[in-house]
């Protein structure tokens, strides 16, 4: 059974109650700024000036509790939170920064997580450990599911099970704490602001190998990442074994990247986007379990 969002004129209205109970009017036409099978993104002016409104579905209902968890932490890298409750969130309009962004977003996230690394995962409620081992377990399950894989997909996926196994074990004695993970890290979930980076999107987060955060800007090649989150780790962990850590960390990420579509293609939304991204995380992990890549 999939769980959807409710229609843009529910949600609104479900808004304006959240927001009446925050003691906030509004005084504008709210603009619906992104509605899919994820999230419902509102931009409103109200008399406590121009807020944010997200909603979620179920299976993302600690994204509140993380930002506002995160806000109270960290302040300056979260946006400034206004109110929160299971599967919503409102915060402060973030103006986009005039100048060049300085370094790559990495880097913040990386000090975020080196701030938090502190953190009881019972102390945001919603928010679960999760270590590679365990996502390990959960992609050797999947592989028992008739429906997770076509017969080729599974075979070579199950070849190399033993390969992501031996990873595991190696990032989780690697030396890094666990701290909260993002679980979605792209360049479209940071904005760069006159104050530096402020990072968004909480709604895969986890406590747990902070390099998962690594998939997605290596997969997408981007200029700087790594050199930007290796400057924030190399206090913390001797330099062989981050650049260990960091060789091994795109398959940790892919794994998970891969669970979380799975997830989202049993309780959200079978929508043909998602199953193309569910294969392409599972040709990600392939890649990345790789003899060559594990040498």
């Not at 049993?266 to 193309?276: G, L, M």
Request: proline share 5%; hydrophobic share 45%; net charge negative.
């Amino acid at each position: 059974m999939t769980m959807r969002l409710a229609a843009d004129g529910q949600g609104v209205a479900t808004m304006r109650a959240r927001l009446a109970g925050l003691g906030v009017g509004i005084t504008g036409e709210p603009e619906v700024v992104r509605r899919w099978a994820l999230s419902l993104v509102v931009r409103v002016a109200t008399t406590d000036g121009v807020l944010w409104y997200k909603a979620v579905p179920g299976i993302f209902e600690q994204e509140g509790a993380t930002t506002g968890w995160l806000h109270g932490r960290v302040r300056g890298l979260v946006p400034e939170v206004v109110g929160w409750g299971d599967g919503w969130l409102v915060t402060r309009d973030l103006t986009p920064g005039a100048g060049r962004a300085s370094a790559h977003p990495l880097g913040a996230l990386a000090r975020l997580q080196r701030e938090v690394a502190d953190i009881n995962p019972n102390d945001v409620p919603g928010l679960a450990r999760r270590s590679p081992s365990s996502m390990a377990a959960e992609v050797q399950a999947l592989l028992a599911r008739s429906d997770a894989f076509d017969a080729r997909r599974a075979d070579r996926l199950a070849a190399a099970l033993p390969v992501l196994d031996a990873i595991c074990r190696a990032v989780e004695e690697c030396g890094l704490p666990d701290t909260v993970v993002h679980g979605d890290f792209q360049l479209g979930n940071a904005l760069w602001t006159d104050n530096g980076w402020r990072l968004i999107d909480w709604t895969d987060a986890f406590v747990g190998f902070p390099l998962v955060d690594l998939a997605q800007p290596v997969a997408d090649g981007e200029p700087g990442a790594l050199s930007a989150c290796a400057e924030q780790w190399l206090p913390v962990l001797e330099a062989d074994r981050l650049r260990r850590a960091v060789r091994l960390a795109p398959a940790i990420g892919a794994g998970f990247h891969l669970l979380m579509h799975r997830r989202i293609l049993d309780e959200v939304s079978r929508d043909q986007h998602f199953i193309e991204s569910y294969h392409m995380w599972h040709a990600r992990l392939l890649g990345a379990l790789s003899e060559e890549h594990f040498r």
